[in-house]
């Protein structure tokens, strides 16, 4: 039986009100036992794999962790980039990007999940409704560790507007003891708006988009992100190297440090777009 079966048959055993009990309301023997069994069956889904359709499934191990990251020279783990749509994820990423594959003495693994790239494939499915943000949150939380359990540095940029479904993301992780980091690419609406590369804000305004974050759907900031880069105030070189430097701090790397960008002139007056 399905756990719906379940709480339908629970559903449909009389209470009654138990003397002693403070008029609580107890179901009958049969009842309790069948609640009983239901507990249990919950605890045994839990401990396989919580929504987990298929059953006759294994998984299968194959090389470790530990070997897989000995062999790349550095852990896996998860950025992931959130903030408004303009705030400069994108840009960010990309330029981390070549920071960490092309700027080291050793090139670093590292793969780029971009929110808007994935909606040509993997979530070509997807709207922005609450409920397909939700399910695209989920996906690319599952991908991300997917990659860092490989060995990867994966910088997940995704506007995720919903504190819940950033959580989500992190307890994957967590659950699967792979490093994650929030990192938030925070920039006033008034900046992104200004800004606005995609011309998204207009059309927004103008009541042609429904459902923006930041205009008419809610952005729920991070409280305690790992990383906190104000792209109104940093340009991109900056706000890389802030990352970078987090990264060192973490101890990612296998004794040695990061090297961080120069910045040119022209760079130091450019903010991320």
């Known amino acids: 039986l399905k756990w719906t079966s379940w709480l339908d048959l629970s559903a449909r055993i009389p209470l009654r009100r138990e003397p002693g009990t403070g008029g609580i309301p107890r179901g009958s023997q049969g009842g309790m036992k069948l609640l009983c069994l239901l507990g249990l069956w919950c605890s045994f889904q839990a401990a396989k794999g919580d929504g987990v359709t298929s059953t006759n499934i294994k998984f299968h191990e194959g090389i470790s962790r530990d070997a897989k990251w000995k062999n790349n020279g550095h852990m896996g783990i998860t950025l992931w980039m959130t903030g408004l749509s303009g705030s400069g994820k994108s840009t960010i990423s990309v330029a981390l990007e070549r920071a960490l594959a092309e700027n080291q003495a050793k090139s670093y693994f590292v793969y780029r999940l971009d929110g808007d790239n994935l909606r040509f494939g993997l979530n070509r499915d997807l709207g922005f409704s609450p409920q397909d943000r939700k399910e695209n949150v989920r996906r690319v939380s599952e991908v991300s560790k997917l990659f860092a359990e490989a060995g990867a540095i994966v910088v997940a940029g995704l506007i995720s507007p919903y504190a819940a479904d950033r959580d989500y993301a992190r307890e994957v992780h967590k659950n699967a003891s792979l490093p994650f980091m929030e990192v938030f690419v925070d920039a006033p609406l008034a900046a992104v708006e200004s800004r606005d590369p995609k011309g998204l804000y207009k059309k927004a305004r103008e009541g042609k988009i429904k459902g923006f974050t930041g205009i008419?759907?809610?952005?729920?900031?991070?409280?305690?992100?790992?990383?906190?880069?104000?792209?109104?105030?940093?340009?991109?070189?900056q706000s890389v190297n802030v990352i970078l430097k987090k990264l060192d701090?973490?101890?990612?790397?296998?004794?040695q440090s990061f090297r961080?960008?120069?910045?040119?002139?022209?760079?130091?007056e450019a903010i991320a777009k």
């Open 260 to 268: 961080p960008l120069e910045e040119t002139a022209e760079e130091c």
């Open 216 to 237: 008419d759907a809610p952005y729920e900031k991070p409280q305690k992100p790992e990383v906190h880069v104000r792209t109104d105030q940093l340009s991109v070189v």
């Open 249 to 255: 701090e973490f101890g990612l790397h296998l004794q």
